[in-house]
């Protein structure tokens, strides 16, 4: 009897664990009609948009990966970088709706969205999109094209 | 001596004062009362030769780099060389399937077929208005006795220039897309759309590629096309002037006397609200205190109840405007109506005119446009006419209303929306409009022009309030 009771509590328990990173996690305030993680173009503007509630306060944030020679060593650090004449804050009307245009830098650009609806809860998304130009790209099909597949696989194989 | 002396007096005082009322003569009388300007007068105005390709323009031309990757080109000071220089080419264009329509084959498409072709690098020309074959062949001139193309009017032409070139043209009177298809590369409009992409230009978006489709509160057609860099733009807010100086009698007097032969027949009268009214039995000329000109002829007669051609009627016109006010700045032929007035056929023409390359919408009287003139039996018998002149203007240094915002102000308005489903947008574009406040000098602001299947808006684009 003991047993079977630990046995129910136990059970009880796990699943209350398992629900609680649902419960502790961040609200969903903004749904974006693209997502902006891992995203690769050639288009030097893209366009973030998506939907919230009405008066939801949200800032694009945009930053470029740069590299600086330290000690002999490659040191990356994230520079924030602004769009000409804009304002990165928005607030949401009441169709809901937001949409802005975002000049790439070539390279990596990290995007942060910082969301604060009316009743003050806060959702960050980020994600990293990268500008290539035309020619580097012809350049990767290119060698994509000359790469010999078969002997790829043989290798795998061995 | 004394007397002599007197007599000198008398003498010098008369002097001054022939002296004096020569420079109230000269200064205070308007030259035109002197001596009499030919064109001032009715029936002897001068006939001058329009150049209709000054007059009958796109409303814009819409670039496409290829892909989603597009631009917008207005007769702006920014634009204005890459827009005369594209449009010349696809004027090129259309002249040369003019000429030479019986060795083009002729096809009809359909409008996906059209949308593919437009993610192509390709220009598209959209004119304000459906306007008839004669009228496009009056502004192109093809060579005489040409058979002509199978298209009873023009509203949009579109040009790919990629892998293959083709010539869309747009019938909506008929609702058919026309495609011909063309020999040889077109290298000139090639160079001319890469180097404005080389320039970075404001890019142009359709609310599907934007994600806007998928909305509860309004349906916007693929057609549309949307900048969301808004901070480029730089619209000044500008001042504005009545045209005409309705309190100078003097003024007013001379402009009535380009409407009428026998200004000593023509009684003048004055309303209490200020308006002036000019009649001499057989017409009559209104001018509002708001400076909007009226001129109507009581009864229209004639031999041909025959509809005139369309072109000389819209030279007419033209020549019509330039002695009776003149020609404003960017004036272009917005619509063409056809009309029968007591059993006689002919046109009311629409001019509006720009500023910045954007149409102009004085007072938010959507429904009327700055000049128009109604054409029956080679007279004119109805003249409208509104302008204003643009004084000063600076800039604003911020950017202008996002167009998701500019709809945002509607959706504020549960009563300007529909109850029953989605509210239609038909047409979404910037513009300018007069906000009349104020005893001599208005405000022209930069807007947003949104028009939905009922209803028209218009959306001041830095205020974000309502105009109208």
């Excluded at chain 2, 083709?166 to 609702?175: F, H, N, Q, R, S």
């Excluded at chain 2, 023409?349 to 054409?375: C, D, M, R």
């Amino acid at each position: 009897m003991a047993r079977k009771i630990f046995m129910v509590l136990f059970l009880s328990l796990f699943l209350i664990v398992n629900m609680m990173p649902v419960v502790w996690a961040a609200p969903n305030i903004v749904e974006l009609i693209k997502p902006i993680s891992d995203i690769k173009t050639v288009n030097k503007n893209i366009i973030i948009s998506g939907w919230a509630d009405a008066e939801t306060k949200l800032e694009i944030r945009t930053f470029s990966r740069e590299v600086q020679n330290i000690n002999g060593s490659d040191v990356y650090s994230w520079e924030e970088y602004q769009q000409p004449g804009q304002d990165q804050s928005i607030v949401i009307g009441p169709t809901g709706f937001f949409a802005k245009e975002i000049e790439l830098k070539y390279g990596a650009n990290k995007i942060v969205i910082k969301a604060v609806n009316a009743e003050g809860q806060e959702q960050t998304i980020d994600g990293i999109v990268t500008l290539s130009s035309k020619d580097e790209v012809r350049e990767a099909v290119k060698n994509l094209l000359n790469t010999n597949f078969l002997d790829i696989i043989r290798k795998i194989i061995k | 001596m004394n007397m002599e002396k007197i007599k000198n007096l008398v003498l010098i005082g008369l002097v001054m004062l022939s002296i004096a009322f020569s420079i109230q003569l000269w200064l205070d009388v308007p030259i035109e009362r002197i001596m009499a300007n030919p064109n001032y007068f009715p029936g002897q105005d001068s006939e001058k030769d329009y150049d209709l390709s000054n007059f009958v323009l796109p409303r814009w031309i819409v670039v496409n780099f290829g892909g989603p990757s597009r631009t917008k080109l207005y007769r702006d000071s920014s634009t204005y060389r890459f827009y005369n220089d594209i449009y010349k080419e696809v004027s090129d264009v259309l002249l040369y399937v003019m000429n030479n329509n019986q060795n083009l084959a002729f096809s009809q498409v359909t409008r996906e077929e059209l949308n593919e072709a437009k993610l192509s690098k390709s220009v598209e020309v959209e004119y304000d208005d459906s306007f008839e074959l004669q009228l496009m062949e009056k502004v192109f001139h093809p060579k005489a006795g040409q058979q002509s193309i199978p298209v009873s009017s023009i509203k949009n032409i579109t040009l790919t220039v990629s892998t293959e070139s083709a010539l869309y043209m747009e019938d909506a009177d008929k609702g058919v897309i026309h495609k011909v298809m063309l020999p040889g590369t077109y290298r000139e409009i090639n160079q001319l759309i890469d180097r404005l992409e080389e320039r970075d230009p404001v890019k142009y978006w359709t609310w599907e590629e934007i994600g806007f489709s998928n909305n509860e509160f309004f349906y916007l057609p693929l057609e549309i096309y949307l900048p969301l860099e808004m901070s480029s733009f730089n619209l000044p807010v500008a001042v504005a002037v009545k045209e005409l100086e309705t309190e100078d009698q003097g003024k007013m007097g001379i402009f009535a006397s380009s409407f009428f032969k026998d200004m000593s027949i023509v009684r003048k009268i004055t309303e209490i609200n200020g308006s002036l009214i000019y009649t001499d039995g057989q017409s009559a000329l209104k001018v509002d205190t708001d400076g909007f000109v009226e001129y109507l002829v009581y009864s229209i007669g004639g031999n041909s109840k025959e509809q005139e051609q369309i072109g000389d009627v819209v030279d007419l016109a033209l020549n019509y405007i330039d002695s009776h006010g003149g020609i404003p700045e960017q004036l272009y032929l917005d619509k063409i109506e056809n009309i029968t007035e007591n059993g006689y056929k002919g046109y009311l023409l629409k001019f509006n005119y720009g500023y910045n390359g954007l149409p102009f919408f004085s007072n938010g009287k959507l429904t009327q446009s700055a000049i128009e003139v109604t054409v029956v039996n080679g007279r004119v018998v109805n003249y409208k006419r509104l302008v204003y002149r643009i004084t000063k203007a600076r800039v604003e240094q911020k950017p202008l209303l996002f167009p998701n915002a500019a709809l945002d102000v509607i959706a504020r308005r549960p009563g300007d929306l529909e109850t029953d489903g989605r509210t239609v947008i038909v047409d979404m574009y910037l513009g300018y409009c007069i906000d009349i406040k104020g005893d001599k000098e208005y405000q022209a602001v930069p807007v947003w022009y949104i028009k939905s299947e009922n209803k028209e808006f218009i959306i001041d684009a830095y205020q974000g309030s309502l105009m109208n």
